[in-house]
């Protein structure tokens, strides 16, 4: 059995870890923490773990993590560059699902993230976990940058038309959409039924710091430079992310190849379903799975492609992803613990 720690338990993403490892065959949950609810059996704060959870949250300074073979970091920005570098001198595995370990431009990490990485020299062996496009490196990895949610959706939809050299990288846009929990378990002002409930609007418009996170990765797709206008909305709805990706070919093709093109780049994915052709992916269709669904739109067929992309932000998006990499880093079946249904309605 894996031994697995949880730093920062009581979140939206290290609640989503522990409903999927509670019932993964191959996980012992053994620490989890919270600052604030030191000594809280876990399932008096999430009754849904009630039968299924035994431990109690404890303070991560008396929390066992060294006696993890990994632990995941479900915290804010910065805190798991304070700790990875202990851990993984005990031998312990490190999935941050935060930005401490994705970026490789320290001094892009340190403007858009408004800190200084206090372990710089850990981002050479970091591996950013996006499974469908960096497998291998995942298998052997000890320290993983868990994608943002975003950046995942926008990455696994322009990566065959990128890869395929089709379109131009230089004016690529996402126009992309939130559920509420995106944004965390946190008392803001903005984020009160009142305030987010029946209302719809764009933030981070001027720029959002999974810009450099999603323009790093692109670029190691394009052999041109990518230029990419994000923006990124907060819709009425718990989980869910939606993102209506805009690119233009700058080649010849027809829509069927465009297709054969996206169903061939992910035929072997367990967890990217390519819908046909002028389909319309729906957030429900996906909501507490690990699946993301792409489908292809070319209006008028003209020269301008439309990708549609949907997700859960707290599966794919985050806590699916980082149990997609622990699975691959410790030779397990990539789906293990993975096969949740979409809940519908
Ligand atoms: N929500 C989402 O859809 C996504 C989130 N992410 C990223 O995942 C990370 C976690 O997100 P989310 O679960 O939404 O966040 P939440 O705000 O819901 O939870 C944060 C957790 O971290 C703990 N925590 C906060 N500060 C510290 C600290 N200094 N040391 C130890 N623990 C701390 C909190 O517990 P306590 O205060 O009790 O210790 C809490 O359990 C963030 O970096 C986020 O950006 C990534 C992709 C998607
Ligand atoms: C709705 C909402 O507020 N979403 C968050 C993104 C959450 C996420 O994936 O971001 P990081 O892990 O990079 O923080 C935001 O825009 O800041």
Known sequence: MIKVGIVGGTGYTGVELLRILAAHPEVQLTAITSRKEDGLPVAEMYPSLRGRVALKFSSPDKANLTEC???FFATPHGVAMAQAPALLAAGVKVIDLAADFRLQDVAQFEQWYGMQH?????????????????????KSARLIGNPGCYPTTMQLGFYPLLKAGIIDADNLIADCKSGVSGAGRKAEISLLFSEASDNFKAYSVAGHRHIPETVEQLQKMSSTPVGLIFTP?????IRGMHSTLYAKLNTTIDNAALQELFEKTYQNEAFVDVMPFGSHPETRSTRGSNTL?????????????????????????????????????????ETCGLTQLPILP
Do not use: W
Request: glycine share 8%.
């Open 69 to 71: 073979d990994v632990v």
């Open 233 to 237: 909305h907060l819709v009425p709805m």
């Open 118 to 138: 206090s372990c710089a020299d850990l981002l050479k062996e970091a591996v950013y976990g996006l499974p469908e496009l960096n497998r291998e490196a995942i």
């Open 293 to 333: 669904r792409i489908a292809l739109h070319r209006p008028g067929n003209g020269a301008t492609l439309v990708i549609l992309v949907a997700q859960d932000n707290l599966m794919k998006g985050a806590s699916g992803q980082a149990v997609q990499c622990m699975n691959l880093m410790f030779g397990l079946q």
